[in-house]
């Protein structure tokens, strides 16, 4: 059983930076694409961005490009989001994902297992 447990979330004032974690267990992710969704109150889940856990390769939303970068540490089984200079659009409870096989994807359904979330609070 694979499983996601996101952490790294908090309240940061708007210009900050937040390093968000996942730790991903259960599996052997050489064949998964990782990625980060968001999800703002009375808004639909969001794709952030997306890694390839084998090679690394990554994909990006236009709103994510230039503040936001994924990445993982093998060793560790760990996926990252470092987000800089952050908005109070940004606020959102912040999820990882997992998809078994398959190209890069932003689309959340085609993604297989989810974590429980971490909030991410900017004030003006």
């Known amino acids: 059983q694979v499983q996601l447990v996101e952490s790294g979330g908090g309240l940061v004032q708007a210009g900050g930076s937040l390093r968000l974690s996942c730790a991903a267990s259960?599996?052997?992710?050489?064949?998964?694409?990782m990625g980060w969704f968001r999800q703002a109150p009375g808004k639909e889940r969001e794709f952030i961005s997306t890694?390839?856990?084998?090679?690394?390769?990554?994909y990006y939303a236009n709103s994510a490009k230039g503040r936001f970068t994924i990445s993982r540490d093998t060793a560790k089984n760990t996926v990252y989001l470092q987000m800089n200079s952050l908005k109070p659009e940004d606020t959102a409870v912040y999820y990882c994902?997992?998809?078994?096989?398959?190209?890069?994807?932003?689309?959340?359904?085609?993604?297989?297992?989810w974590g429980q979330g971490t909030q991410v609070i900017v004030s003006s």
């Open positions: 994902a997992a998809r078994r096989f398959g190209a890069v994807t932003s689309t959340p359904d085609e993604y297989d297992y």
């Open positions: 890694i390839k856990w084998t090679g690394g390769s990554t």
């Open positions: 259960g599996r052997t992710f050489s064949s998964y694409t």
